[in-house]
């Protein structure tokens, strides 16, 4: 049993000690560099493979052909596990992991992420043209 004066020392001691922990809520946590947190995809780099699918414990990746050499990912947050398998697996390195960890929702629909190729990237490339010259 603590005594009345070794609970007064340490409440003391206290008082003028810095607190152990953080303010989190109202000061922004750095996380630490190789973080695992939200799956970022870049559809421009992807060539298809399905790696990424193929490693996934969880089928938290779903690529989709929209067109020749362009891609879509569906990302599952709500069954990502964040082990980075993924992004170990892809050879082009179209999936990265961000330091972004507050992904709390109230509707499980809001952890879908679906990421699309660049409407103004794919018009921008020439169109190959099927003509011959005369």
């Known amino acids: 049993m603590i005594t009345i004066g070794k609970m007064l020392q340490q409440l003391l001691s206290s008082l003028v000690r810095k607190p152990a922990t953080s303010r989190y809520p109202f000061e922004k946590a750095v ?3 190789k973080f ?8 421009e780099k992807c060539i298809g ?15 989709k052909k929209l067109g020749e050499k362009q891609f879509e990912a569906d990302i599952y ?3 990502c596990i964040y082990c980075a398998q993924c992004v ?3 050879p082009k390195k179209a999936l990265a992991i961000t330091p972004e960890f507050e992904l709390a929702q ?3 629909k809001n952890l879908i992420t679906v990421t699309k190729p660049d409407p ?3 018009s921008a490339k020439p169109q190959a ?3 011959k010259p005369a």
Do not use: Q
């Open 31 to 33: 996380m630490p560099a």
């Open 36 to 43: 695992r947190g939200r799956l970022k995809f870049y559809p």
């Open 49 to 63: 493979c399905k790696l990424c699918m193929k490693d996934c414990p969880t089928g938290a990746i779903e690529i």
């Open 77 to 79: 947050l709500d069954r």
């Open 88 to 90: 170990d697996s892809c």
């Open 106 to 108: 109230l509707n499980r």
């Open 120 to 122: 103004s990237a794919i």
């Open 129 to 131: 043209t099927t003509e």
